[in-house]
Nanobody, 117 residues
Framework: QVQLVESGGGLVQAGGSLRLSCAAS????????MGWYRQAPGKQRESVAT???????NYADSVKGRFTISRDNAKKTIYLQMNSLKREDTAVYYC???????????WGEGTLVTVSS
């Protein structure tokens, strides 16, 4: 079992910044890659920023240049620095981990980010 716990969401004005954190615990040695997804009201969950197994990063076009994903391997934690936030960034942000072997996906419970105008 791998548990993912997100933190750092909240209410912020447009143009502001937030930093999300996601800590993995349990059988965290089974984690291959991690990343961030989000789901806005009435929309499907989408990838925001992810690590590849080679350590590279992928970003959604809508967040490139504004969001930065990073990680602290020793703490088994990833972060999402979100700058120049827009109203359309309002969503529940989920941490995701893909496990070695069968590629099982694990999800955190999500943290709400609300951007006001």
């Amino acid at each position: 079992q791998v548990q993912l716990v997100e933190s750092g969401g909240g209410l912020v004005q447009a143009g502001g910044s937030l930093r999300l954190s996601c800590a993995a615990s349990g059988s965290s040695s089974r984690v291959n890659v991690m990343g961030w997804y989000r789901q806005a009201p009435g929309k499907q969950r989408e990838s925001v920023a992810t690590f590849t197994s080679g350590g590279n990063t992928n970003y959604a076009d809508s967040v490139k240049g504004r969001f930065t994903i990073s990680r602290d391997n020793a703490k088994k934690t990833i972060y999402l620095q979100m700058n120049s936030l827009k109203r359309e960034d309002t969503a529940v942000y989920y941490c995701n981990a893909i496990l070695y072997g069968h590629g099982i996906h694990c999800w955190g419970e999500g943290t709400l980010v609300t951007v006001s105008s």
